[in-house]
């Protein structure tokens, strides 16, 4: 997939610790359409690459709209956007790629806590524009640190909009959410990990079909490291090449000390960037790109987190 070369022309304080970058094309053309849940990778310098959830409107052509939330613990990627990228600056961006996308449905709930509220306030431009009914809820902790509050509540769909923060008293009650439903609603949640579990573990326990939950996982979470791993030897079939990955390594640190360079971007199992085919050998799926269809059928897997249940993994390398 191509990259684009865009230029920052704006960069905003949308809430405490939360900066919107927006791009815009070199030359002032159109930008590569994109679909309401899509993100793009950003190249905050030229080996670090994040994931940002597209947040404007789809039906917008000139610009692409993201925030960043600085945090804490950053592998590096919201401090470089933070304190590097300023308005003019020119950045390589990807094309735009979907894996959280729109399913068709009667009525959509959207649930957002923090941040996750990018990816749903682009679904809500794009089910409002088509006529379609939803209902968005967004919590947080802090208001102050809630970004798009005063854009949601402005706009044209307000009155589906509901937010809430531990400091107003509001809290959302998920059990009572989802289960007042209308029959077939399609669900999507976007937040922290433990916000996203919660949600979906209500919502099978209250018997919605698996096919109407989807979520979106955020990159930068760093992959489990199973202390009873074992090793296993990886083979490239162009050379020959067969190198050890002990427990704690991954495979592609191990493939770049014996000069193989895999393309990465998140280093999570999320993008599907480093994806990569395997020959010979079953892997330990340990990824968010693949289906459940995908991981059984054992063909492909992501050498920046999953490992092997095999002694050896041969790679079409």
């Known amino acids: 997939m191509s990259n684009l070369l865009v230029r920052v022309h704006a960069r905003t304080l949308l809430a405490d610790g939360v900066l919107g970058f927006e791009f815009r094309a070199q030359d002032g053309q159109s930008l590569p359409p994109f679909t309401a849940g899509a993100h793009v990778d950003v190249w905050a310098s030229e080996r670090l690459v994040r994931q940002y959830s597209l947040c404007n409107d789809p039906a917008e052509t000139d610009r692409y709209q993201i925030a960043v939330q600085r945090s804490a613990v950053s592998r590096g990627g919201s401090i470089a956007m933070h304190e590097k990228i300023q308005t003019g600056a020119l950045l390589r961006i990807s094309a735009p790629r979907n894996l959280f996308e729109l ?188 289906t459940d269809e995908e991981k059984r059928d054992s063909r492909q897997f992501t050498p920046c987190c999953s490992r092997a249940r095999s002694p050896v993994l041969v790679l079409d390398l």
């Open 103 to 290: 399913q068709p449905a009667q009525h959509s709930l959207l649930v957002a806590g923090g941040i996750g509220v990018t990816p749903l306030l682009a679904m809500a431009h794009s089910l409002h524009r088509l006529g379609v009914s939803f209902e968005l809820h967004y919590a947080g902790r802090e208001r102050r640190r809630m970004a798009f509050v005063d854009l949601l509540q402005a706009s044209e769909f307000a009155e589906r909009v509901r937010v809430y923060s531990d400091e107003s008293g509001a809290r959302l009650d998920a059990e009572a959410l989802l289960a007042t439903q209308p029959r077939g609603t399609h669900l999507y949640v976007c937040g922290p990990a433990g916000f996203m579990d919660m949600l979906l573990d209500t919502a099978r326990r209250l018997n919605w079909p698996e096919r109407q939950l989807h979520r979106e996982f955020f990159a930068g979470t760093t992959p489990t490291i199973n202390p009873d791993d074992e090793g296993f030897e990886i083979q490239i079939a162009s050379s020959g090449l067969r190198c050890r990955v002990e427990p704690g390594q991954r495979v592609i640190d191990v493939l770049a000390t014996h000069g193989v360079e895999v393309p990465v971007s998140c280093e999570s199992g999320v993008c599907g960037t480093c994806l990569t085919t395997v020959l010979e050998g079953e892997p330990d799926h340990r990824d968010s790109y693949l």
